[in-house]
């Protein structure tokens, strides 16, 4: 549902908390395309530094791994908004339209549901990393708390975002048939 189509229901709020939600995945999604850009860079000179230089970094590997998390995990959600997950419809195209209604609600609700149940296991254990102050078994020492915190933000923002697609189809709009048919 579109943030337009939310405040014709009379939502304000909820319109101005999509708004919001669709600033912050923005905003991850520079992040995760940062992260990208340091990626490339950082194992490029890497191969430099080893293979030239013959002195290979310690740090660079480390950093490397833990940029590849937040590439997923700060660009997921925006694939979710945009609904650009896999999504294998074939049969689901081929039902009849209240069927496939259904189906494709029900598709929304367990995948809002897992991402919701996986960010909530996800939430007790970032608590337990920052309890107990653990870090990467690496070169360089990094707080794992602040990767668990991506993901649990991924899941999070990804479940909102299904559930919004899940209320999208109780208010059929010719934009929202577009969006559908254009996926």
């Known amino acids: 549902m579109r943030d337009s189509e939310i405040r014709k229901a009379g939502a304000p709020v909820f319109g101005a908390l999509a708004s919001l939600h669709d600033a912050i995945t923005r905003f991850t999604f520079v992040v995760a395309i940062i992260a990208t850009a340091y990626l490339t860079l950082t194992l490029s000179a890497e191969v430099i530094a080893r293979y030239v230089l013959q002195k290979p970094t310690g740090w660079i590997p ?89 993901i649990v933000y991924c899941l999070l923002s990804m479940g909102i975002y299904f559930l919004r697609h899940l209320c999208g189809t109780f208010c059929p709009t010719s934009e929202n048939e577009a969006t559908r048919e254009a996926a």
């Open 62 to 150: 480390d950093t490397a791994a833990v940029s590849f998390a937040l590439i997923t995990f700060m660009g997921a959600p925006m694939l979710a908004w945009k609904r650009g997950h896999v999504n294998m419809d074939i049969v689901v195209k081929r039902m009849p339209a209240a069927l496939a209604s259904l189906v494709e609600r029900l598709m929304y609700l367990v995948a809002a549901g897992a991402c919701l149940l996986s960010a909530w296991f996800g939430y007790v254990e970032l608590l337990r990393l920052i309890r107990r102050n653990v870090m990467m078994i690496a070169v360089t020492p990094i707080p794992k708390w602040w990767l668990m915190a991506a």
